[in-house]
């Protein structure tokens, strides 16, 4: 099994940034995806964005050109730096990690971080 452990979040004003962080507790070593959820008050968890194992990244069209996605495999991590942050994107961010072709393929969640954008 893995746990993964969010930090970074928390209050800003509209305009600035934060950096999320996401840990894995252990390495994976089969194909991987990582990425952000977020889940504003009333609405579905939506993606935010998606880095793969080989290095290909996706993002939500709300956040393109604001966000970036990068990923550590030395330290099993995953970033999100969020620039240019707007009121809408006050929400709970989660991490996901999706395993596949691995003894411990599966979904794995984080228990999420609050982001706060004040305008």
């Known amino acids: 099994q893995v746990q993964l452990v969010e930090s ?6 509209a305009g600035g940034s934060l950096r999320l962080s996401c840990a894995a ?9 990582m990425g952000w959820y977020r889940q504003a008050p009333g609405k579905q968890r939506e993606l935010v964005a998606v880095i793969i ?4 990244t996706n993002y939500a069209d709300s956040v393109k050109g604001r966000f970036t996605i990068s990923r550590d495999n030395a330290k099993n991590t995953v970033y999100l730096q969020m620039n240019s942050l707007k009121p ?3 929400a709970v961010y989660y991490c996901n990690l999706n395993i596949w072709g691995s003894s411990i393929r599966g979904n794995y969640w984080g228990q999420g971080t ?3 954008v004040s305008s």
């Open 88 to 90: 809408e994107d006050t």
């Open 8 to 13: 970074g979040g928390g209050l800003v004003q």
């Open 25 to 33: 507790s252990r390495s994976i070593f089969s194909g991987n995806a």
């Open 53 to 56: 194992s080989g290095g290909n």
């Open 114 to 116: 609050q982001v706060t």
